[in-house]
């Protein structure tokens, strides 16, 4: 049984590009949710999906947007980057959107914005 | 405005003895709470939660004791060891709404040999 893989685990991008995260989920996990880490603080939710739909949102604008496959991989995307986007990025998925169900983090991707 | 926080931005303890870390939260509509561990490197980890009908939760060396009318929870390791050295992070999530947590800013752990 894999653990949830994120990759790459670094990139550096520069202000106003557009970036792609991408998740695979652990197996037979069907939800993931995505945070964002800044350095010295703890993980900010930005959105969760449940079988390919999106279940709910955090405080990010729209130009962080998300997709979730028929095989429960997922991508978060981030349009128009600012320098405040540096940060870690973690998904984690879990077997559903409901308390109990643990959830798996990845290692997350450090995203460099210069 | 933080909405869960730890206010101890580090703690070191002896082996052996006991670790108390500490959560503050200010949402009343909070109804599940989570400890997560991380280490360098590697994503949060999965530690031990508690659901607000419960004040107390235990889990082999860890137990979580929730105080709703404080807005309180605190996380005890006992004893502690070298391996528990990491950064502890508190999060909440109103009920059903698990999975889209509020972390805290999170707490270093430092157990001395």
């Known amino acids: 049984e894999t653990g949830v893989t994120q990759s790459p685990t670094h990139l550096i991008k520069t202000r106003g590009q557009q970036v792609t995260l991408r998740c695979s989920s652990q197996?037979?996990?069907?939800?993931v949710s995505w945070y964002q880490q800044a350095l010295g603080q703890g993980p900010q939710f930005i959105f969760q999906?449940?079988?390919?739909?999106?279940?709910g949102r955090g405080n990010f604008p729209p130009r962080f947007s998300g997709l979730q496959f028929p095989n429960y991989s997922s991508e978060l995307n981030v349009n128009a980057l600012e320098l405040d986007d540096s940060a870690l990025y973690l998904c984690?998925?879990?077997?559903?959107?409901?308390?109990?169900?643990?959830?798996?983090f990845g290692s997350g991707t450090r995203l460099t914005v210069v | 405005d933080q909405q869960v926080k730890q206010n101890s931005p580090s703690l070191s303890v002896q082996e052996g003895r006991i670790s108390i870390l500490n959560c503050d939260y200010t949402?009343?509509?909070?109804?599940?709470f989570l400890w997560y561990k991380k280490y360098p490197a590697e994503g949060p980890t999965f530690l031990i939660s508690?659901?607000?009908?419960?004040d107390k939760n235990e889990d082999g060396r860890f137990t979580v004791f929730l105080n709703k009318s404080a807005k309180h929870l605190s996380l005890h390791i006992v004893p502690s060891q070298p391996g528990d050295s990491a950064v502890y992070f508190c999060?909440?999530?109103?009920?059903?709404?698990?999975?889209?947590?509020?972390f805290g800013d999170g707490t270093t752990l430092t157990v001395k040999p």
């Open positions: 999060a909440a999530s109103p009920a059903g709404r698990a999975g889209k947590s509020t």
């Open positions: 949402n009343s509509m909070f109804d599940y």
């Open positions: 999906y449940y079988r390919e739909e999106e279940n």
């Open positions: 984690a998925s879990s077997l559903a959107p409901l308390e109990g169900y643990g959830y798996t």
């Open positions: 197996s037979g996990h069907n939800t």
């Open positions: 508690i659901s607000s009908i419960k």
